[in-house]
């Protein structure tokens, strides 16, 4: 009967290891995701923020002190850097990049217009894209 007991706990063990081989990356993606909403949340503000600009002054910027936006980059989101890239207010991309040392590290969050879409990536590789 004690060789059986040790089969037992051998084989428990094994089992608690498979299962948290293939449970802990999962868990990393799904905390990654939900670091990325935050990100998500302010790019869709910052998407309103463009277009009431651009009917209050009649003109497309990229420039994200143009709009007065300095608070979302230093106060609102220490976990990510946001920039804007486009050509009219037709055509262009909201990036959140997640800041070095935060739980947002190796995160970046990319909002594209006119298909209103995003997709997020953790170190280059694509975990979330918009449907």
């Given at each position: 009967m004690k060789g059986w007991a040790l089969r037992e706990t051998l084989l428990v063990i094994l089992?608690?290891?498979?299962?948290?081989?293939?449970l802990i990356p999962k868990y990393s993606i799904v905390i990654k995701r939900a670091v990325a909403q935050e990100a998500l949340r302010t790019v869709h503000l910052i998407d309103d923020i463009i277009n009431e600009y651009y009917i209050q002054n009649g003109i497309?910027?990229?420039?994200?002190?143009?709009?007065?936006?300095?608070?979302?980059?230093?106060?609102?989101?220490?976990?990510?850097?946001y920039s804007l890239d486009g050509l009219s207010i037709d055509n262009y991309r909201i990036f959140a990049y997640g800041k070095k040392d935060s739980n947002a590290e190796g995160i970046k969050v990319v909002y594209s217009l006119p298909s209103k879409d995003h997709y997020i990536e953790h170190k280059g590789r694509v975990i979330e894209r918009s449907k």
């Amino acid at each position: 009967m004690k060789g059986w007991a040790l089969r037992e706990t051998l084989l428990v063990i094994l089992t608690l290891s498979l299962l948290l081989v293939f449970l802990i990356p999962k868990y990393s993606i799904v905390i990654k995701r939900a670091v990325a909403q935050e990100a998500l949340r302010t790019v869709h503000l910052i998407d309103d923020i463009i277009n009431e600009y651009y009917i209050q002054n009649g003109i497309f910027t990229t420039d994200l002190e143009d709009m007065n936006l300095n608070s979302i980059n230093d106060i609102e989101n220490i976990n990510f850097k946001y920039s804007l890239d486009g050509l009219s207010i037709d055509n262009y991309r909201i990036f959140a990049y997640g800041k070095k040392d935060s739980n947002a590290e190796g995160i970046k969050v990319v909002y594209s217009l006119p298909s209103k879409d995003h997709y997020i990536e953790h170190k280059g590789r694509v975990i979330e894209r918009s449907k």
